[in-house]
């Protein structure tokens, strides 16, 4: 078996602020970290390698600093690591990052056949879930998004089958190898890496490709040029003017409150108090 | 989108954009019908209401696409579509597509998309959606923007301005597809309010073959096991949502969110941290990465209103507060605040309300 | 099979990075080890950092260090419920370069440390807790991590595992923490534009201010609050003796949140946006709180070794310094072939004593204790200073002998004459 497993350096999204004033993103000091939805597909790779051995590799595009995303995923078990770093990368959109990624994939098939992609859910700095799809139809692979649970892998007759969250319900699939899992949120928890691989990690020498060594010789179809999609405008989120009525009474009793915001709801939002007591009723 | 997130804007909009005569063939906007086990998801509805307003102002047919296995339901479907505001739907029926499967619904719509050619293409961020528009995006070789919480028209480019978050919420940024047709987008559920639905319209349907037989198609579904219903909650769609927040403290006083809901015949939100602390499940979780929801009447009780929350429910007609903290975001956009401690205040609620039903009886 | 390395250093704050950078940059085979996720994710300080410990070690330090701004204003406020009388001191000696002393966020500068300690050579492997150390018989040879496989081995290993160091007292190295030693301190950064923070602190391009508090503010326990500048944000904060807070009991967190409304601190913080809220211990022991700071394979420095002068807010230099003079005991030794015996390592002690670290700890060795036993200096005196300065100030009729004479008398109702004079006397001692 040899897995590749995509994933992302982000910056911590919880700890990004935006600038009151010229609603640009202050970014001093967020710590980058793997996109937290990536993990859940490299511990499913890390499982499928335990039971049927073989290898994971995981590839990231990005920029230099995302060796250390990279190097996490070593820590965690993961064989190799390939880091896609190139200036032409600059300004993807999810269309140019897919052919960027998958035909850095086909360049590591070359060195070994790849049975199984997976990628994260999506992103927390992009959230567009769509480099996965995309792969996995540049490739030629099967595609399986919202896995909940592998259920099964034969890798003589090279086929799987999954668990995969619809919107009422759970579909069992069953596909053959080559395909591309995205996995579901909360699924797996990632291990604790080990000492070994600790140290591994520590020392790994990651590979680094650049846009040649990546196999990618058309520049129109990367980058900037690649990407249909061109962002116009970056806004704040416009501020509701309007504050909450705030609810007050003489004796600032809960009860007094209560009563006091009921009647306001009643009186002033008919509509939506109908609503109300024939839903209670 | 990497592009937000890395590129330097790429200024768009100075001059006109002219598009070349076999883009300009790309004309009126479609949207994807989404369907499971029988039911049309609403986002599609929500989606054909939206779209009716850039066809208006484009001054194109608005259509909807059916994909589906030969049977009553489709047509069913596309009437809807009609009554929803569609003036036609494309239909491809064929027992290929019984379920939904990635290969034949990607081979499907784009071989629509390349015969009839739209100049936009809208889907539900669900599931199905984004599954199906990132196969057919990259199969067309098109731009799609996802996630959408604004759809435009930038009249000067005719183009589609889609407006989402970025930065986990923080910001807005709006993307144009300027020389690609069609344009794509994605809408999450509950997110466009759902149109009037009009029984008399009427429409046409034209029908397209697949092109594809079984034995092509390698991925199967061998069993589908839906959701118990009655167990699943349906925050999505419900007309009171009593949430409770990181200020309930613990799972003991979250039992007074509970009270509450279940007195209004209402369903249980929570904030992130709250799920996160499996006082609820995932599913109940309000916001950005949880559910959009647009009641009638939202109560949040111990939010602060961060805007990963505050994105996923601003949507609700009628917003209530109750926070201790008197500068507590949450009461820049509520509609009414209590500021005082929940767990004194929400018994109070629920006690009130009692009385008010008890007097909407007797009046009845 | 176990790795085995020259010297492990547990902890990447000030004072391992120190330890760390100086190790590998000899040569040394180093063993970093952090339980936070990176370098400085969950260490708390002010944070003043004195350019002197660190340009010992790093001379450019100021090329590529995270330095938020250099302080050419030093506010000291003693205050009041309402009011605070103040000084300030500016000066345009401290505007020009190399400067003295810069705000830092540590999130970011134990980050930066700790890279040019790892070009430097040294290994680091983060998230990685140290639970024991590995004994042969009264020597240590090791440590104990949490992860599976977790044993190294080293010569030496080195305890900068700042405040708490579970290490040196489960080994027994240290006594318990006494409350009466530790201060708790709790501090918030509040985002800020720089243009804001520029104008309401008068100040311009990347100078700064610093603002340290007593008085008032700390409900009579022995403590003082401060707010300093850095490029996007704010940091404000207060501490207090462990022992006070369990005395009085008042939460750190209730403390802060009437500080942040006092009506002299509110308008310097408006507007800004909570960033980050973080609490954390001080030793405040002194000298005398000192334990022995080395034995058989094994060295303690920084926090972890009580080595903070809390007279003048100083740690993170102490750390650093003793990092350093540890790491070049090491050298030394190592340089000659000897041992890490606890007889050879008694250098770093005497290396220690010789230098700024132990001649100020032993200046300010009375100091925990006076103000331990004499809470006036938190409550009586700051509201007699600002009374009195009310009272010269406002202008009402009354001459000013009068007034001075007021004065006199509500110090000595307050505190008896023998007692102003006590004070006095003790406060020399004490600096003397
Ligand atoms: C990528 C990303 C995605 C996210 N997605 C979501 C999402 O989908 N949904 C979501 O909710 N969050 C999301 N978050 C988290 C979000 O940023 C906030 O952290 C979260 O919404 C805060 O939840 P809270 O309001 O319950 O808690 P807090 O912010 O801690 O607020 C608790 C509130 O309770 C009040 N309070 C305390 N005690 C009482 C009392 N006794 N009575 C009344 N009030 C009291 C406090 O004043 C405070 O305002 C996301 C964050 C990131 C980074
Ligand atoms: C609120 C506050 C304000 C301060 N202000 C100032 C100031 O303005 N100027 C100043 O110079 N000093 C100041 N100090 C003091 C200064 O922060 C400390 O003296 C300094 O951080 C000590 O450095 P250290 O390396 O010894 O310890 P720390 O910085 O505490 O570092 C210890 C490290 O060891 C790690 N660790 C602990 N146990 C283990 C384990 N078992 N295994 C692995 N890793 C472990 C920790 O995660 C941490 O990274 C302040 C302190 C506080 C709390
Ligand atoms: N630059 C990238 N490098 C490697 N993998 C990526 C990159 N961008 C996206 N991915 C993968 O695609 C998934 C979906 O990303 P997105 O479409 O941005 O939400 C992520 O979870 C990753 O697994």
Known sequence: MHIVVCIKQVPDSAQIRVHPVTNTIMRQGVPAIVNPYDLFSLEEALRLKDIHGGRVTVITMGPPQAEAALRKCISFGADEAILVTDRAFAGADTLATSYALATAIAQIAKDQAVDMVFCGKQTIDGDTAQVGPGIAKRMDMQLLTYVSQVDSLDITSRTVQVQRRAEGGVQVLTTRLPCLVTMLEGTNEMRFATMDNMFRAARYQLKVWDRVAAGIEDVSKIGLKGSPTVVSKVFAPQAKTQRAEIIDSESGEPRDLALTLISKLFTQHPAMSEAVVKQSA | MSAETKAPVKKAGKGKYELSDELKAYQGVWVFVEHERGEVHPVSWELLGEGRKLAAQLGVPLSGVVLGAPGLATRRFCEEAFFHGADNCYLIEDAALGNYRNQPFTKGLTDLVNTYK???????????????????????????????????????????????????????????????????????????????????????????????????????????????????????????????????????????????????????????????????????????????????????????GAIQHRVGMEGSDVIIAINNDPNAPIFDFATYGIVGNAMTILPALTQAFKQQFAVAKMAS | MAEKFDAIVVGAGPSGNAAAYTLAKSGLKVLQLERGEYPGSKNVQGAILYSDALERIIPDFREDAPLERHIIEQRMWVLDDESFVGTHYRSDEFNKPPYNRYTIIRAQFDKWFSQKAQEAGALLLCETTVSDLIMDGDRVVGVQTDRLGGSVHADIVILADGVNSVLARKAGFRPELNPGDVALAVKEIHFMPEETIQSRFNISGESGVVIEMVGKITKGMMGTGFLYTNKESLTIGVGCMLSDFKKQKVSPNQLLEEMKNHPSIKPLIEGGEMKEYAAHLIPEGGYKAIPQIYGEGWMIVGDSGMFVNAVHREGSNLAMTTGRIAAETIIELAEKQKPFSARNLAAYREKLDASFVMKDLKKYRNMPGIFHRNPQFFTTYPELVNQAAHTMIKVDGIDKKTKEREIRNSFTHRRSLFGLMGDAFKMWRAFE
């Not at chain 2, 927040?245 to 279940?262: C, H, S, T, V, Y």
Request: net charge neutral; charged share 20%; hydrophobic share 40%.
């Open chain 2, 118 to 304: 739209p100049e936009i293409l809208l889907l539900g961020a669900t599931t199905q959606g984004r599954d199906l528009a990132g196969s057919v995006a990259t199969t067309l070789k098109t731009g799609l923007t996802a996630d959408c919480t604004e759809l435009n028209i930038d009249m000067e480019n005719r183009s589609l301005a889609a407006s989402r978050p970025t930065f986990g919420g923080s910001l807005l940024c709006t993307i144009l597809t300027l020389n690609y047709r069609p344009q794509m987008a994605t809408v999450r559920p509950r997110v466009m309010s759902m149109p009037q639905r009009d029984n008399s319209r009427t429409g046409s349907i034209v029908q397209h073959p697949l092109g594809l037989i079984e034995t092509d198609i390698v991925t199967k579904v061998l069993e589908y096991i839906p959701d118990n219903r009655q167990d699943k909650p349906q925050l999505a769609f419900a007309d009171i949502i009593v949430s409770g927040g990181r200020g309930m403290k613990n799972p003991e006083n979250f039992q007074l969110i509970w009270d509450l809901a279940l007195l209004l015949g209402a369903e249980v939100g929570a904030s992130r941290p709250v799920v996160q602390a499996g006082w609820v499940d995932l599913e109940r979780q309000v916001g950005q990465s949880g559910k959009t929801v647009r009641p009638k009447l939202y109560i949040a009780a111990g939010i602060s």
